[in-house]
């Protein structure tokens, strides 16, 4: 009998949550042969990642996960062996009622949010004992081996590699986009929260001799955008030319095409969590635009990535990749910042794949998350 | 009951029924404005020792303690007295017990500190939130800024280092926040 696990995810904002619980459940069926119950409360988030999903349905399957709606008010449920709580999202009191009730009580796992930052480290895999006696658990994903690692399903890098091998299929793959790629052009793809530099990255694109093109996902960023090309609206298919810069808007694609679609690309802007791991993988030059907290938070995350990521660059290629994303997450000149990367641009390919290959050594987050379970029950 | 971000050391939690003292208390801004507190717990039936993290939100149960005013009576080695206020009962308290406020402890001192008794044991002490405490050591100011808003480090007289204004000088007296060892000014008593 196949061990059963729930994960419960708050969808908060955006589709970091529901994004990064989608894909664990889909690789604990898939990779580890387990029954996975993934409970959301707000199922139109889901639909855009899986457009075969029903936003009103209970319950679905998809991929072999059984995907349930989480009801404001909450019916019985018998827990699962192992409970994850993903993004300190708060479980229903009646299902914790439930878990302590349980003669084996279930293992509790908080899932945290990811981050660079060293303190990591030392609560990764901590206990969090509760008053009921349950035993809660914090696994934290990261970047070093003291982490609980990223997820990387075990198919990823091959079929990047397959797809950023064969020119031919690449082209087919953006054909089916409605994108085609002048020769000679540079293609990126912007996904990003609203930025007020955007205008000026844009400005300098326009203003090169380098050949751009810029694919831009449904999302946030569009309106500036639309402001920038001085359009009233933008919608998928949109394709404007300014300069040596052509912005095309494609659509919001499933979580499987838009890895195809950062593969294909030899930039990613990237925003959040999920998107931000996924350009990881495809192993080309990226630019992340962290989420914003509270009394700016975030800007020690984005160093301490930084600090991280930058290991191994030569000093002048790190200092303009430090600019770069200092310029888009902290109001800086990103023309200028822009302009700057330009001379390494082979070292960043270089590095981003070096990268990539240090980091998919190190065990992906679902299976630590399979192997502490395996040793903890 | 206690939320997990208003544990601090001094608290004793009741999980499974066992108190267990909290020893230390770190507090992190995990993602997404969400928190954590890591902390070092010890039991204090078994003397056993555990690290472990709560959420900001997570809501647990501390115990009821007895709190009685003290001062620090003497240091020898890893062993700290200090003497109830009132009745002038000596009690001691080894360095672990008081971690989080050994920073600031130092022969001399003479801030009324609380006394934190579980089952009529003492297991910690807390400082008054605020502190006044002479810089042994620090360079002198760099630039010559006044705003407070450069800072440098400063050595007390027990060895612990703090970030201060640059203004500040040696034998100058500081406030400093115990909560989370933050320079607060220059002491105005």
């Known amino acids: ?377 | 009951m206690k939320t997990g971000k208003e544990i601090k050391p001094g608290t004793v939690l009741r999980i499974d029924n066992d108190p267990w003292l909290v020893q230390k208390a770190e507090f992190t801004k995990s993602g997404r404005n969400s928190a954590i507190m890591k902390t070092k717990l010890k039991n204090l039936l078994t003397g056993y020792k555990t690290e472990t993290v709560y959420g900001a939100d997570d809501k647990l149960d501390d115990v009821i303690l007895d709190r009685k005013e003290a001062t620090l009576s003497f240091i020898n080695g890893d062993t700290y007295t200090f003497m109830d206020t009132t009745d002038y009962t000596m009690y001691e308290l080894n360095a672990e017990d008081i971690e989080a406020v050994l920073p600031y402890i130092e022969e001399g001192m003479t801030d009324i500190c609380e006394a934190v008794f579980f089952e009529e044991r003492l297991v910690s002490v807390e400082l008054p939130t605020t502190i006044s405490r002479k810089v042994v050591y620090t360079e002198n100011s760099a630039r010559g800024d006044t705003s407070g808003k450069v800072m440098k480090p400063a050595k007390l007289s027990n060895g612990t280092e703090v970030q201060v204004a640059d203004f500040i000088e040696i034998d100058e007296m500081i406030d400093i926040d115990t909560r989370d060892g933050s320079f607060k000014g220059r002491s105005k008593k």
């Open chain 1, 1 to 377: 009998m196949k061990a059963s696990w729930d994960i419960f995810c708050t969808v908060v904002d955006n589709y970091g949550d529901i994004g990064v619980t989608w894909r664990l459940a889909r690789q604990l069926v898939a990779e580890h042969g387990l029954a996975v119950r993934l409970w959301v409360d707000d199922l139109n988030a889901f639909v855009p990642l899986c457009p075969a999903a029903d936003a009103n349905a209970e319950q679905q399957w998809h991929e072999g996960v059984d995907v349930r709606h989480w009801p404001a008010a909450w019916s019985a449920t018998s827990p699962a062996e192992v409970v994850v709580g993903a993004f300190a999202c708060q479980l229903p009191p009646a299902y914790i009622e439930a878990m302590s009730a349980q003669a084996t009580p279930p293992l509790w796992l908080n899932l945290e949010y990811l981050s660079a930052e060293d303190w990591v480290e030392g609560c990764h895999g901590l206990p969090s004992p509760q008053p009921n006696g349950l035993r809660k658990v914090f696994f934290f994903p990261g970047f070093t081996a003291r982490t609980g690692g990223l997820l990387r399903e075990a198919s990823v890098l091959a079929s990047r590699d397959s797809l950023q091998s064969a020119p031919k299929q690449r082209a087919e793959f953006l054909a089916g986009l409605g994108v085609q790629v002048a020769p000679g052009s540079r293609l990126l793809s912007l996904f990003a929260y609203e930025n007020r530099q955007l205008g000026s990255w844009l400005q300098a694109l326009a203003a090169g001799t380098q050949a751009t093109h810029l694919l831009v996902p449904q999302g946030r960023i569009l309106a500036d955008l639309a402001a920038w090309l001085e359009v009233a609206t933008l919608a998928p298919g949109a394709l404007h030319q300014r300069g040596a810069l052509t912005v095309q808007v494609v659509p919001f694609v499933s979580q499987g095409d838009y890895d195809k679609l950062l593969w294909a690309c030899d930039f990613n802007a990237v925003r959040g969590e999920d998107s931000f791991v996924r350009a990881q993988w495809a192993a080309v030059p990226m630019l992340w635009h962290i989420y914003v907290q509270d009394e700016n938070a975030h800007w020690e995350k984005l160093e301490a990535f930084l600090a991280l990521y930058r290991q191994g660059l030569s000093d002048p290629a790190s200092v303009a990749l430090t600019a770069l994303w200092r310029a888009w997450n902290i109001d800086g000149d990103m023309g200028q910042a822009w302009q700057a990367l330009q001379p390494h641009w082979d070292e960043l390919q270089t590095h981003a794949r070096e990268w990539a290959v240090a980091q998919a050594a190190q065990p992906d987050l679902a299976t630590a998350l399979v192997h502490f379970c395996r040793n903890s029950l």
